[in-house]
């Protein structure tokens, strides 16, 4: 089979390797697609950071059940979806559901190898049979993400009726504001391109506020509404400077995108205003991702998120650089490791 794999930070080859063997506890599965996002870019042009090298990368895909290993019920030729995050089971986080903050977590793609590859062994508790839904490979690898901005939502408490900002339009903020939406929130949704902003118009939101227009504050003052729940998706100090700044007393604040910078935390006045900071990191297994594939479900056509499918060969330059530089032509761009040449998207149902 072949395989991308990542050696070191600019360092991404293209491998012939044999074909695992699923061991007890795993399954091996044929890759039909895998969604490439900014942790696969930090780790190719600044890694490692995360990643355990030398690693295949890639964490959010789907494809089929081509054999098990002992204790796996999961049958040969169903689709799947991969969580990715691999963890015990056992450890106090993961007996009350919360798997993402397993004490022993690892990632398929980061510390172990992931979907950029033709096949994939992997731990089958990372995995969900998404038969039933019948969506096309092409929509079914964006299920990874969507759980992101489902345990986002959840995390936040947010809920119908309520007004939610979405500030960064971006891989994360543009399922976010779907998540959001779908909950019956009214959205505002914050970027800097007019573009992004109606492509989350489209997504759900109700009104949008071009970055460096007015202030967020303005915007919600103008509006009449007092926001309930504000997401910075974009990470950067500016975005989080617009959130605190609009926030009015018992808001909810959700830093979904890290920040590199040194943010200074006034306790005093946050505790004063009753301030309550919400952090989110991946996603719950079990209750995030079979969220995900009903979204992705409920939408026909995702192609304003994800246009075109690439070949393996082309995950450095045509995904990777492309998040590194600001230069990416779609929202999500999705590798098919079968795939020999670049062809449209396929969206909705398969059948």
């Not at 947010?158 to 779908?182: E, K, N, R, Y």
């Not at 573009?195 to 989350?200: N, Q, S, T, V, W």
């Not at 479900?297 to 075109?308: G, K, M, V």
Request: proline fraction near 5%; include cysteine.
């Amino acid at each position: 089979m072949r395989a991308a794999v990542l050696h070191a930070a600019g360092d991404l080859r293209i491998e012939e390797r044999e074909i695992p063997t699923p061991g007890p506890g795993e399954a091996l599965v044929r890759v039909t697609g895998c969604g490439v996002c900014g942790s696969d870019a930090t780790e190719y042009t600044r890694g490692p950071v995360l990643t355990e090298l030398p690693v295949v990368l890639g964490h959010e895909f789907t494809g089929t059940i081509e054999a098990v290993g002992d204790g796996v019920d999961l049958a040969v030729g169903a689709q799947v979806v991969c969580g990715a995050g691999i963890s015990c089971g056992r450890c106090k986080p993961c007996r009350a559901g919360r798997t993402n903050l397993c004490r022993r977590y690892r990632t398929a793609g980061l510390q172990v190898d992931g979907g950029l590859a033709e096949f994939v062994a992997v731990t089958a508790a990372t995995l969900l049979d998404v038969t039933a839904s019948a969506l096309t490979a092409d929509t079914l690898a964006l299920a990874q993400p969507m759980a992101i901005a489902v345990h986002a939502v959840a995390r936040s408490g947010l809920t119908a009726g309520q007004d939610a900002v979405v500030l960064g339009i971006g891989g994360i903020g543009a399922f976010l504001t779907h998540a959001a939406a779908a909950v019956g929130a009214r959205v505002l949704a914050v970027d800097r391109s007019a573009e992004r902003l109606d492509l989350a118009r489209a997504l759900g939101a109700e009104s949008t506020l071009l970055a460096g227009e007015r202030s967020l504050a303005e915007a919600l003052a103008d509006a009449g509404r007092e926001a309930d729940v504000l997401f910075e998706v974009s990470g950067s100090r500016a975005g989080w400077d617009e959130v605190v700044a609009a926030a009015l007393p018992g808001a909810v604040l959700v830093p979904v995108g890290i920040q590199r910078d040194e943010i200074p935390v006034p306790l005093g006045a946050w505790t004063l205003r009753e301030y309550t900071i919400v952090g989110t990191v991946a996603h719950a297994m079990a209750a995030d991702l079979p969220r995900a594939v009903e979204l992705l479900s409920a939408r026909a056509d995702w192609s304003d998120l994800a246009s075109e499918v690439l070949p393996l060969d082309e995950v450095a330059e045509g995904a990777l650089v492309p998040l590194t530089d600001g230069g990416a032509r779609q929202i999500k761009t999705v590798i098919d490791p079968a795939a020999t040449q670049r062809r449209p998207a396929r969206h909705g149902s398969a059948r």
